[in-house]
């Protein structure tokens, strides 16, 4: 089976590290033009640098709707059009129990993961889906399906995301919309987790090993794929079998 995103223009926020990044990338060897969105612009511009094919980037916040719109529009403006949003970039500014959270952190977990993706949602269907249906791709959890200690704000957001693909799903057909949820996976947002149970967690995995950023392109250059036309409004758990051995990470 060939999966190709031959003529394709793909914008992917929080592309500048991590899992981000390596679906750029991947979205980019597989044919297609991508926009690459993160704040800071040493770093978009580096990984851009790092990508064999057609990229262009463009610094927002994800968290911020007038930054969604003109990035948005940029990416139509510089590509002509827009077939796959990749809502991608999270922040977790509060590790510990539920009710210790301060407002503010709250706020911020809920701007950037949930309030986000709606936003760079609504900006990429009235800006180019509604005429011309696409598929939205957003990176969830596997903590948005069961509950733990420590990151209770941000498996929220996540819970809401996944819900927010199901609706949105029903609402925008035959646009595509569909959420990935991870395991745990090496990148610097995991940093702490890996560095401290990360041999330990392996061992009780089926598969024997942590998640790498690639393991998660994969999947989502298959999403966004026309291999997976029939696919719209689930999530799909990628975790090296965690979830069978009852909840390891
Ligand atoms: N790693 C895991 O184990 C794991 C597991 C499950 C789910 N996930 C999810 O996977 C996604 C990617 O995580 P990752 O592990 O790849 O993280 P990462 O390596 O820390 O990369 C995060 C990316 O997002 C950008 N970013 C952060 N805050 C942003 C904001 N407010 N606006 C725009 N961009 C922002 C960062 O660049 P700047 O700082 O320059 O903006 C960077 O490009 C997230 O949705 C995360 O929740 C990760």
């Not at 999403?223 to 696919?231: E, H, T, V, Y």
Request: some cysteine.
């Amino acid at each position: 089976m060939q999966v190709s995103l031959e003529g394709k223009v793909a914008l992917v926020t929080g592309a500048s590290k991590g899992i981000g990044f390596a679906i750029a990338k991947s979205m980019a060897e597989a044919g297609a033009s991508v926009m690459l969105s993160s704040r800071k612009q040493d770093q978009l511009d580096d990984a851009a640098s790092r990508i064999d094919g057609e990229t262009a980037v463009y610094a927002a916040n994800a968290g911020n709707v007038e930054s969604a719109e003109a990035c948005v529009a940029a990416t139509i403006e510089r590509f002509g059009g827009l077939d796959i949003l990749v809502n991608n970039a999270a922040t977790n500014p509060h590790y510990g129990g539920t009710l210790d959270v301060e407002p503010g952190a709250f706020d911020k977990t809920f701007e950037v993961n949930l309030r986000g993706p709606l936003f760079w949602s609504r900006a990429a269907y009235r800006q180019a889906m509604a005429a011309n249906p696409g598929v939205m791709i957003n990176i969830a959890s596997v903590g948005g399906l069961r509950t733990e200690y420590g990151l209770g704000v941000y498996n929220l957001t996540k819970a809401a995301l996944i819900h927010l693909t199901r609706q949105l799903a029903g609402e925008l057909g035959p646009n595509r919309v569909v959420g990935i949820a991870p395991g745990l996976v090496r990148t610097d947002f995991a940093k702490v987790l890996v560095d401290n149970f990360g041999e330990q967690l392996e061992q009780g995995l089926p598969l024997k090993r942590l998640g790498e950023p690639d393991d998660i392109a994969n999947l989502a250059v298959f999403l966004a794929s026309d291999k997976a036309s029939w696919i719209t409004g689930e999530t799909y758990v990628i975790d090296g079998g965690a979830g069978v051995r009852g909840g390891v990470v």
